[in-house]
């Protein structure tokens, strides 16, 4: 039986100075052994040994840039050959990047490819003795430069070459993160032994037969040893109790292994159904049925049908699941940490959760990032998370020449193989926004006939997934309107991608245009008071300091975020005010967006946000931050994405009431709608009747008398149904006159932390309880709330007791309408 050993300890790193010396490297580096952590990297390797200070903090990231530009070995010592097999291998994960790898003196091949695993035969060079295996990689500059020099320039966003390098693009700098160009052995690698022969690649196709019946088809290949090449091997699958066998006879080393299950439970995205995972074994023996080697893992029977039907509007985007069209309710998702070896299980599965408990149900792994571990992908599988995976390709022109072409193809053949198990997988795509960067960003001109990827898009990789996953649709780009005579970005057509908006206008523009699929869309801003103030050392906080400068990666940044600010409040006072006003309007531009896209199902079927997660410490578009900490934002998103939605939305120039019904249920109740006065004067109430299908949408007029008139500077409108709400205000903030906030506090303990409950005496708008001014670890359940008179709110905090209840007032604030203030509020025991 195959037996691997893992190759994880004893390693050490040394830096090589034999191509050049880096400025900026500390004194006495230069082939000093430095304990080096595997799976890891250079970075944190000498972060852990003190030789530099942390790129996360302050401006040590220009400190650090010196490492990327350095050669690095890696060395260790491999253990005496293993007698009892007949092949031994030496299995390479993920070497990030360039890497030569030596043993015993001799090369055993050089690669140049993050995104694929490496095997080398090493049986006759491991002998009684250890021996020396060391892996020797050059800066990923060095690569990327000297293919730009030999293929020539091709368009990109930033300086960095990293079109050039199948590497994750975003180590490279972008609009959220940090110039940290790493290397190392960034997986794990390890040791196979085995005889007579080894699976060496098994692609299920999972499908759901007509009539409800399971079908696994299995593609076998094996690689056989010298004493397997006269000899039958054979497979057997085993998939719910049933089990197949079949025979690979001697001169053959593909076959296909067929198992049907009867009455098996369907896979279903999280809010449509149970996440059903069967155990599916490959066992290989040989022809006396022992057994040689096994591949195990868990699958889910559904069906996954990409709708691009033509309409009225244009051409649909829709996903159907299992027969059901489904709106996406999406994140877009970086690598969770700028040096990918540090993201664990435990840490996957956190990220994810948070997801889920906000209302995702898709998940779109950007492709400035990488193909992520099992862990991610089995975490999806779990917890009913669809999975858009995109091709590493991002915002930029791509050679198609060698040898980056077959580069590519050898990583696509395998990535699709190793992630085509997973049931959460659902679309592969083929780029981010490269099509509309040739039609849009002045690329044609630059590249003067040169390629620039579009072979890999609309040739290589479509035909790579219909070779080798046809149980998948494949799309060619995000966004893409699906036909070369149409815009990429067109609305009416496929993805779009909505960055007009947070560039150049208020976000009230959303409102402008119904995409078919919105598969990105933002707005940006800082990260939890708590995380600034471990990353950065300025002091004061001020929006000009050098640190929170340099943690504002995108263009004219703040200027957006100032004049995003500018439509709805006056100008901020203080750090405090604008940090706690950015967060609303960030909750508000994403609300707006979501709201109007899902009143327009199903002509609009999905929006994707960007973005979930951070990978450091940064001003940026995310709902969670680099420090895990929810931004309130977060919790907006739990609102949005919930099954069920009321929102006010404008239909042929009059507001009405919109009932969005996502869940499986009809939802028949009655609506309270108030038109009521901040000045505490009368209002008015109307009870309407709301009756929504499943998965529908209903738009309930408003009676005449219910909406408060255009510009009105006291006057609102509030819908409340089954605990959920909806508010209007004619003008904004600035022009609206609102109350001074009154309202009482009263802190409980609770188990794990406290309960604080919040009685408004008046309109109290947005009101936010920041958690980490409380405690740096207190975290809070809930996010913006607008109460009436009368009303309370209770917030569970963990992570604070519930001591000195008197530091509320710093850490409550709502909206008024010169900015921001902190509540007047007196904090009861």
């Known amino acids: 039986m195959k037996v691997s050993t893992p190759l994880t300890r004893g390693w050490t790193l040394r830096l090589d100075t034999s191509r050049h010396h880096p400025a900026n490297a500390p004194d006495g580096l230069a082939g000093r052994p430095v304990a080096a952590t595997v799976p890891g990297c250079v970075h944190t390797d000498l972060l852990t040994a003190g030789l530099i200070p942390d790129p996360f903090l302050d401006r040590n990231e220009t400190e650090v840039a010196w490492v990327g530009r350095a050669d690095w070995t890696y060395s260790t010592v491999l253990p005496a050959g293993d007698g009892g097999h007949e092949r031994t291998d030496l299995v390479f994960d993920g070497l990030d990047t360039v890497a030569e790898i030596r043993l015993g003196g001799s090369v055993l091949g050089r690669t140049r490819n993050m995104h694929r695993s490496f095997r080398f035969d090493v049986t006759e060079a491991l002998g009684a003795e250890p021996t020396p295996l060391t892996v020797a990689f050059t800066s990923a500059y060095e690569e990327a430069e000297r293919l730009r020099a ?106 296909t292994v067929r198992a049907e299950v009867p009455g098996v439970e369907r896979w279903w995205p999280r809010g449509y159904g149970e996440q059903a995972l069967y155990a599916v074994t490959v066992t290989a023996a040989d022809d006396t049925g022992e057994p040689l080697d096994t591949w195990e893992r868990a699958v889910g029977f559904r069906t996954v049908e990409l709708d691009t039907t033509a309409d009225e509007h244009g051409s649909a985007f829709t996903l159907v699941v299992n027969g059901q069209p489904l709106f996406a309710r999406g994140v877009n998702w970086i690598p969770d940490d700028v040096f990918p070896s540090r993201i664990t299980r435990e840490r996957y599965r956190r990220r994810l959760e948070q997801a889920a408990a906000a209302g995702v149900d898709l998940v779109r792994v950007w492709g400035g990032g990488i193909y992520e571990s099992e862990d991610f992908y089995d975490t999806c599988d779990e917890l009913g998370l669809l999975v858009w995976q995109d091709f590493p390709f991002a915002c930029a022109a791509y050679p198609e020449e060698e040898p980056l072409r077959s580069e590519v193809e050898a990583e696509a053949r395998e990535n699709i193989v190793r992630l085509m198990p997973h049931p959460s997988l659902v679309i592969w795509n083929g780029n981010n926004e490269n099509l509309w960067g040739f039609r849009d960003w002045d690329w044609e001109a630059a590249l003067a006939g040169a390629t620039w990827g579009e072979g890999y898009y609309l040739d290589l990789l479509p035909r790579i997934v219909a070779e080798t996953d046809p149980t998948r649709p494949y799309w060619a780009g995000s966004p893409w309107s699906g036909s070369r005579d149409l815009h990429p970005n067109d609305p009416g057509h496929g993805t779009a991608h909505s960055w007009e908006v947070w560039n150049r206008l208020d976000y009230s523009a959303y409102l402008d245009d119904v995409p078919r699929f919105v598969a990105e869309f933002g707005w940006q801003a800082p990260p939890a008071h708590a995380t600034l103030r471990r990353a950065l050392g300025d002091h004061p906080l001020t929006l000009d300091a050098p640190g929170m400068l340099h943690h504002q990666k995108a263009e004219d ?221 207190a975290r809070t359940d809930r996010g913006l709330v607008t109460l009436l008179p009368g009303e309370s709110a209770d917030f569970a905090v963990s992570g604070w007791d519930g001591e000195r209840p008197e530091v509320l007032r710093a850490a409550l604030r709502c909206v008024n309408a010169s900015g921001a203030v902190d509540p007047v509020a007196d904090p009861v025991r």
Request: with cysteine; hydrophobic share 40%.
């Open 150 to 255: 030999l293929l020539g320039d091709r368009p990109g966003p930033y300086t960095e070459p990293f079109q050039f390098i199948r590497k994750m693009a975003c180590s490279f700098g972008w609009d959220w993160g940090p110039t940290l160009v790493t290397a190392g052995l960034w997986r794990q690698p390890r040791l196979e032994h085995w005889s007579t022969a080894r699976l060496a690649e098994v692609r299920p196709e999972v499908t759901v037969g007509a009539d409800g019946s399971g079908i696994v088809s299995v593609h076998v290949a094996v690689e056989r040893a010298a004493s397997g090449a006269g000899r039958a091997v054979r497979i057997a699958l085993g998939v719910a109790g049933t089990e197949v066998h079949a025979e690979l006879p001697a001169g053959r080393d593909r076959l």
């Open 557 to 777: 940044g703040n200027g957006k975020l100032e004049r995003g600010l500018a439509h709805h409040f006056a100008r901020p006072a203080d750090f405090d005010t604008w940090h706690y006003l950015t967060q609303v309007n960030q909750a508000r531009a994403v609300a707006t967006g979501v709201e109007h896209w899902r009143s327009h199902w199903p002509r609009c079927a999905g929006a994707v946000l960007w973005q979930l997660n951070d990978c450091w410490p940064v001003t940026s578009w995310a709902a969670v931050d680099g420090d895990g900490r929810e931004k309130p934002l977060y919790h907006e998103l739990k609102r949005l994405y919930a099954d069920r939605l009321l929102t006010f939305q404008n239909r042929e120039g009059r507001l009405v009431l919109v009932a969005v019904n996502q869940s499986g249920e009809p939802w028949n109740t009655r609506a309270l709608v108030r038109r009521a006065d901040a000045r505490g004067g009368p209002g008015t109430e109307t009870h309407l009747p709301v009756q929504v299908a499943a998965r529908s949408v209903a738009v309930i007029g408003l009676p005449e008398q219910a909406a408060p008139p255009a510009g009105s500077r006291h006057e609102f409108l509030v819908a409340d149904a089954d605990g959920l709400r909806a508010v209007h205000f004619p003008v904004p903030d600035h022009a609206f006159a609102y109350p001074v906030a009154e309202m009482t506090t009263q802190v409980t303990p609770a188990a794990g932390g406290a309960r604080v409950t919040v009685t408004a005496h008046t309109l109290v708008r947005d009101l936010l309880l920041q958690p980490d001014r409380l405690h740096p670890d």
